[in-house]
């Protein structure tokens, strides 16, 4: 009898269950078990918690997931009832930003930017963070998104922010033009001193290396303001 009632637990478990009728055969939660390779040993009773995390973080709030990892200091995560690991956490976010370059690379043409509110796609993974992003979108000549990199973590300063950090992407990848960012965790976002001092610096720059820079977005979790249309250069 036990061998039979192990055998059927087996079963149940989501391992078992995407190997036997495919990864669309399983819930939210046995997914989310898997991807985080939580240990089913200890039975099934892994899913309920699985699945009160996911009612209480749905998918659309986890699709603009960031873990904060300040040095020294405890895990931050916005995650509500987490029973997370810092490790899982950790390979959570890993996945999600996985899975965000594969969907941009099946859309199969690269999406072209005609105005600020175009580059924000790009840029959803830094309007929530708690700590300032600096970001550059990378374009070919046709305006078409080539490469988004986060070039510093941090306090944003014109002395920390080097030039040669945003333009050797740029020159690697035969960058015509790119799109600076960076986000106020604030919410406000008009420009600081610092923020005009640095745009001011690497548009110099940009002018001697023959790349253009088109604008520099200000961004937070409900507005963006575009640094060349309020003429801040």
């Known amino acids: 009898m036990y061998h039979i009632h192990s055998i059927a637990f087996e079963c149940e478990q989501p391992i078992y269950k995407i190997e036997r009728n495919g990864p669309e055969a399983l819930s939210d939660e046995e997914l989310l078990a898997l991807v985080l ?3 089913q040993r200890n039975g099934l009773d892994v ?4 699945r009160s995390f996911l009612r209480k973080n749905p998918l659309d ?4 997931f960031q873990l904060e990892t300040p ?3 405890i895990v931050k995560s916005e995650l509500r009832g987490n029973d997370l690991t810092k490790a899982q956490l950790l390979n959570l976010q890993a996945v999600i930003e996985f899975a965000r370059r594969v969907l941009n690379q099946g859309q199969g043409i690269e999406p072209s930017i005609t105005s ?5 796609n790009e840029l959803r993974h830094i309007k929530d963070a708690r700590k300032e992003y600096f970001v550059a979108v990378y374009l070919n000549a046709r305006n078409q998104v080539l490469k988004t990199e986060v070039i510093s973590v941090g306090s944003l300063n014109s002395a920390i922010i080097h030039p040669r950090e945003v333009f050797a992407p740029a020159v690697g990848i035969s960058a015509a033009s790119m799109i600076l960012s960076h986000n ?3 919410g406000d976002v008009t420009p600081s001193r610092e923020d005009l001092e640095l745009t001011k610096r690497l548009v110099q720059a940009a002018e001697i290396m023959g790349i253009e820079i088109l604008d520099h977005l200000v961004v937070s979790s409900e507005r963006f303001l575009s640094m060349k249309e309020a003429n801040c250069f």
């Open 47 to 50: 899913l309920p918690k699985l």
């Open 116 to 120: 600020p509110a175009d580059v924000l």
């Open 37 to 39: 390779r939580i240990p």
């Open 71 to 73: 040095p020294g200091q």
């Open 61 to 64: 709030k986890l699709a603009n």
């Open 184 to 186: 106020h965790p604030s």
